[in-house]
């Protein structure tokens, strides 16, 4: 097999060309059997009588919804396996949804800035979107002003601060947008600042971390509790302070730069390398950090790694990898590094359950992308991963690929977070001349 092009500290990808013909030919058929709204309305009616947990479907958002598919056929129409006029009739109809069931959360994967993110891609081709997108961000600025971020420790949930939909992932859009108003600007300052707050120490007694999360502010599922019955730390990119780092550095590089941010970067990031574990591999971090009934963090055995975006190491030093490059921090560039390819010698053999972006074969193969240009274990690995990928492909299935959801249940996703269009959108990623723009979502930058 070819080895990716690659050359250090630039984007690198998949050159060998019959596994570059294997993944066009997946993206084209996920590409048509989601080209029309009639097609995907059966779509996400057919997932939703198949899955387990019904994540639901709403056409503005970027992780679950139409926005999500928009940037599917975009980003095929710009490889030339698909058409614009799809992509575009795709966001309209999220944006006019909006009408219908409009946007009340700012937040990244369903909310207003997901949207955004989207829009904004569309119109790089399409300019008569503009104003549409301008009116969006301003709505977006207000939202963001008008929300009351809650400031009161051993109060917050990870939904304030989070990347998915709290502070960092509205950060994270808003950062990007070119020639700011002032209105945008005012956002960022009150994001920037919510951040800062949140990595300052804590005043109240019992309380190590201001983003400490107990018991009463738990999500409605999983075993929270029985993991962490006086309230623990969360160490996921996805819903955890590595997040948090990860906008604070970017908005950092893109030029919003306020009073504590620098610190704040600096102190988080400190506490995220401080709390990983070292097995034969190499550094290994926890999901969460659980702490006692006196609010004392409590030291566990780092148990068995996720091999995901969302938790386990290879979110966890994305984040380092997205700080570091924001900063130009050439010594935990190095240490994100060495742990990415720890990552990789743990997993070798492993097959993921889901070949989705959230927590599964994609989104292992868009954070080896990721680190290729700075990583040579990176660059040689990413050709097998995105091989592994494309052996989940069914062309019997509606979608081509299929989530599994919980052990043996199969879910024809049409969403970009857990479903067939977040896989086709990491192939062409994968087999792309530069780092798609949608990136942001999952990584900060």
Same mark, same amino acid.
Not at 115 to 121: I, T, V
Not at 419 to 438: C, I, M, Q, S
């Given at each position: 097999?070819?080895?990716?092009?690659?050359?250090?500290?630039?984007?690198?990808?998949?050159?060998?060309?019959?596994?570059?013909?294997?993944?066009? !030919?997946?993206?084209?058929?996920?590409?048509? !059997?989601?080209?029309?709204?009639?097609?995907?309305?059966?779509?996400?009616?057919?997932?939703?009588?198949?899955?387990?947990?019904?994540?639901?479907?709403?056409?503005p958002s970027l992780a679950g919804g139409q926005a999500g598919t928009a940037l599917l056929h975009l980003y095929a129409a710009r490889a030339g396996l698909g058409d614009l006029a799809t992509a575009h009739d795709h966001i309209r109809e999220a944006v006019l949804s909006t009408q219908v069931e409009p946007l009340e959360g700012h937040g990244l994967f369903a909310g207003t800035s997901g949207?955004?993110?989207?829009?904004?891609?569309c119109t790089r081709d399409e300019p008569r979107f503009r104003p549409s997108l301008d009116r969006l961000h301003e709505r977006l600025a207000q939202q963001v002003l008008d929300s009351g971020f809650p400031r009161t420790e051993r109060g917050l949930a990870d939904v304030d601060y989070d990347l998915v939909t709290g502070a960092a992932g509205t950060l994270s859009c808003l950062a990007a947008v070119e020639d700011p108003t002032e209105p945008v600007r005012r956002a960022v300052a009150e994001l920037v600042?919510?951040?800062?707050w949140l990595a300052e120490p804590a005043l109240t007694p019992g309380t190590v971390h201001r983003w400490l999360i107990t018991p009463e502010f738990y999500p409605p599922v999983g075993d929270y509790h029985a993991k962490y019955p006086h309230g623990y730390l969360n160490l996921g990119y996805s819903h955890g302070v590595p997040g948090v780092a990860a906008a604070l550095a970017s908005a950092w590089e893109a030029g919003h730069r306020h009073p504590?941010?620098?610190?704040?970067?600096?102190?988080?990031?400190?506490?995220?390398?401080?709390?990983?574990?070292?097995?034969?591999y190499g550094p290994v971090w926890p999901d969460g950090i659980p702490v006692d009934e006196d609010g004392h963090e409590v030291t566990t055995g780092h148990g068995h790694d996720q091999f995901a975006w969302?938790?386990?190491s290879a979110g966890v030093a994305a984040s380092l990898l997205t700080v570091a490059n924001a900063?130009?921090?050439?010594?935990?560039?190095?240490?994100?590094v060495d742990a990415f390819e720890g990552v990789l010698r743990r997993a070798e053999g492993t097959r993921l359950a889901s070949p989705t972006l959230c927590h599964g074969q994609a989104g292992m193969v868009m954070l080896c992308q990721e680190f290729a240009p700075w990583s040579p274990a990176a660059s040689e690995a990413l050709?097998?991963?995105?091989?592994?990928?494309?052996?989940?492909?069914?062309?019997?299935?509606?979608?081509?690929?299929?989530?599994?959801?919980?052990?043996?249940n199969f879910v024809d996703d049409p969403t970009l977070l857990t479903?067939?269009?977040?896989?086709?959108?990491?192939?062409?990623?994968?087999?792309?001349?530069?780092?798609?723009?949608?990136f942001r979502t999952f990584l900060g930058r």
């Open positions: 097999m070819q080895p990716v092009h690659n050359v250090r500290g630039t984007w690198a990808h998949v050159t060998d060309g019959p596994l570059v013909d294997r993944a066009h !030919r997946m993206i084209r058929l996920v590409a048509e !059997r989601t080209a029309g709204t009639d097609r995907l309305t059966d779509h996400v009616l057919r997932a939703a009588e198949q899955a387990r947990h019904p994540a639901g479907w709403y056409p949207l955004a993110l989207a829009l904004a891609d600042g919510y951040l800062v504590g941010q620098s610190a704040a970067v600096e102190a988080l990031t400190t506490w995220i390398r401080a709390r990983h574990h070292v097995d034969e969302c938790y386990g900063t130009g921090d050439e010594e935990l560039r190095t240490a994100a050709p097998r991963l995105l091989e592994d990928l494309l052996d989940y492909a069914d062309p019997d299935r509606p979608l081509v690929f299929a989530d599994q959801e919980v052990p043996g479903g067939a269009p977040g896989v086709a959108l990491t192939l062409l990623a994968a087999v792309g001349e530069e780092r798609p723009r949608w």
